[in-house]
Every structure is written in C-alpha cells, then in structure tokens.
C-alpha cells in the first residue's frame, strides 16, 4: 500500500517567544515492511535542521528558531510503501540487545493491578509467550475505553489502567507494562495509521507496541485497535515510552499564552489509486 502522510504541528504564542529549540522524530526509515518514497519537513521559520540518529537508532533532527516569534509550524508531508508481514518486524535498525527493553520507566511502571492482568494472561496460555501476548492484546482493547480526548503526556500506565479509558498512547504503556511484567522484552512505537473506516484528518499521530518472541523477533501489537501491525502502520520511532519516540520535543524562552494544534491527515495515496 502507498500511504501519504501530512503532519502540520502549530504553536502560538500570547507574547513573542525570544527562541525555541525542538527535537523532532518524525522521519520514517526502511525495513522489510515499509519503504519511504519521499519525505520532508519544512519549519517556518527558516532554519537550519541537524540530522541525527539517537541512541534507538530514530532518526531525528534538532533546529533553533530565533524570535521575535508569534507562530511556529513543522510541517511534515511524504509517502510510503508498505505492506503486510503480519506483524513481525524484520530489517530494522537495532542499537540494543532486546533485554534492555526489560527496563521499567515512569511511564510504564506496572501496579499490582496490571501485574496480575498479565499473570493471570501467561497462565491462561500455558506459558506460551505469542498466545500469551495475544491474550493480552484481546483483554485490553476489550477492557479499555479509546478515549479521543487527550489524557497528558505523563499520564503513567497505572493511571489509565485505572480510569479503564485513554488515547493509544495509554494504551500502549499499559500493553508495555503488562508485557514486561511477565519477563517479554516490550517497546513503544510511534508513528502513523491509515484507518479503514475512511476517516483520514486524525488529532495526532498514532501509537503501538513491540515485543520480542524468541524465534520470531519483534512483534508489534496495536491495542487501539486490538491487532497486529499491518500495512496500515507507518513505523517512525521506538523508545522505552513515549518520550523516547515523541514526535515533538523542545523548549522556548519566552512566549507565554502557549496554545498548541496538530492536523494529521493519512490517507492511500492518489498516485496508487489512479494506477
């Protein structure tokens, strides 16, 4: 399938921000499942973008924007190629054997509460790890309520789990939490999903998990969805949680009255529709 992405974030300012400097992972790379054809971001206003790869291998890139500034936008546009592997996630870049994804964070500490969850998912598949992880899959999404309006960005695991409602992100923490508490490497991952109900403008980008089976590698897991990854997912970056794969991080001097809006849009590309 060839999806098209544009992601136009903005940030307004009640009063001129002095500067800002941000962090952004949102450029896609290949593997055996995906293949970028075009991508670019463009940041108003004109400055320099510093290309990196981080520690998980993401690429990102760092800018400073000098104020006055009353408005700051990045946008980005692209397409890529992907298709099907049923979720096994083959050919990507690896800085790190898959035990560091053991490593709790803030964000995906496991409570009691999700601990048993997924004990009780490990026993029911007779220590099966895929059944297992499937298991875990099917409960959640079935238990959790997709909630559209935005928790915050340190909303921990615990928490949703609590309230039994979240975006995907929550989803995702809870899904990394559950799955780590049974000993199975798990990971975050951000990027992109074309739904298939024919909606394409979406509030922000989209969030599943990784985890690691022996002998079959790294698995990826939509509890949003409750499916495995599929050609309608866009990898761009991994991390312990989301702030090691946010899309957009950074800071400003200045600039108070901060609002902020993202416009997504994810859709078949025209050039594969018209073929």
């Known amino acids: 399938?060839?999806?098209?992405?544009?992601?136009?974030?903005t940030y307004r300012y009640g009063s001129p921000a002095g500067s800002v400097i941000q962090m952004l992972?949102?450029?896609?790379?290949?593997?055996?499942?995906q293949f970028v054809m075009n991508w670019r971001i463009d940041v108003s206003p004109d400055c320099r973008l510093d290309q990196h790869e981080d520690a998980f291998g993401n690429i990102s890139h760092a800018f400073t924007a000098d104020g006055p500034l009353d408005e700051l936008r990045v946008l980005v546009e692209g397409e890529v190629e992907t298709r099907d592997t049923q979720g096994v996630v083959r050919g990507a870049v690896e800085r790190f054997p898959p035990s560091l994804y053991l490593r709790e964070t803030a964000l995906t500490r496991p409570?009691?509460?999700?601990?048993r969850m997924a004990a009780a998912a490990h026993t029911d598949a007779?220590?099966?790890e895929l059944k297992a992880l499937h298991l875990l899959l099917a409960r959640l999404h079935g238990d959790m309520h997709y909630d559209a309006d935005p928790t915050h960005a340190t909303t921990t695991a615990a928490e949703a789990f609590a309230l039994k409602r979240?975006?995907?992100?929550?989803?995702?923490?809870?899904?990394?939490a559950a799955v780590r508490s049974i000993g199975i490497p798990a990971r975050y991952v951000g990027g992109y999903f074309r739904r298939t109900d024919g909606v394409t403008e979406q509030d922000a980008g989209h969030a599943w998990a990784e985890a690691f089976v022996p002998g079959l590698g790294w698995v990826a897991f939509d509890t949003a969805n409750g499916i495995c990854a599929t050609d309608a997912h866009i990898r761009v970056a991994v991390g312990l949680d989301y702030l090691g794969a946010a899309p957009v991080r950074g800071m400003r001097y200045g600039g108070a009255g901060e609002t902020l809006s993202v416009q997504v849009q994810v859709d078949q590309s025209a050039r594969q529709v018209q073929s």
């Open 166 to 176: 979240g975006v995907c992100q929550d989803l995702t923490h809870i899904f990394v």
């Open 126 to 128: 007779d220590g099966n």
């Open 1 to 9: 399938m060839l999806i098209r992405v544009s992601h136009l974030t």
């Open 25 to 33: 992972r949102l450029t896609p790379r290949n593997h055996d499942g």
């Open 111 to 115: 409570d009691e509460s999700i601990a």
